[in-house]
């Protein structure tokens, strides 16, 4: 059963950056497509970017090209969101999610392809 534990939100003014940490423990990254998702309140949870399992491949939704990198350390099964220009608008819950994956032909950003969800972690862009 995987274990995704989030880390390293906060609060940030608008145009700075935060580096989020996903570990995920129990799972093979090989093996999972990665997803970051964000949540803002009265809103839905949005898919910012994912990981796919074998070949690493990335998507990324429309809002944050640019500015957001996914990454991931095998060696460490920590998956990373790299928040460059945050945005007022970026503000929310982050969470990282595992989608169990044996074929690799990329990630998918819906969330009811996510089995395995973390606790999220807040960020707040605000001056």
């Known amino acids: 059963q995987p274990q995704l534990v989030e880390s390293g939100g906060g609060l940030v003014q608008p145009g700075g950056s935060l580096r989020l940490s996903c570990v995920a423990n129990g799972i093979t990254l090989d093996y999972y497509h990665i997803g970051w998702f964000r949540q803002a309140p009265g809103k839905e949870r949005e898919g910012v970017a994912c990981?796919?399992?074998?070949?690493?491949?990335?998507n990324y939704a429309d809002s944050v090209k640019g500015r957001f990198t996914i990454s991931r350390d095998k060696a460490l099964n920590t998956i990373y969101l790299q928040m460059n220009n945050l945005k007022p608008e970026d503000t929310a819950v982050y969470y990282c999610?595992?989608?169990?994956?044996?074929?690799?032909?990329?990630?998918?950003?819906?969330?009811?392809?996510?089995?395995?969800w973390g606790q999220g972690t807040q960020v707040t862009v605000s001056s």
């Open positions: 999610a595992a989608d169990p994956a044996l074929s690799d032909y990329g990630c998918e950003r819906t969330s009811a392809k996510y089995d395995d």
């Open positions: 990981i796919s399992s074998f070949r690493g491949t990335t």
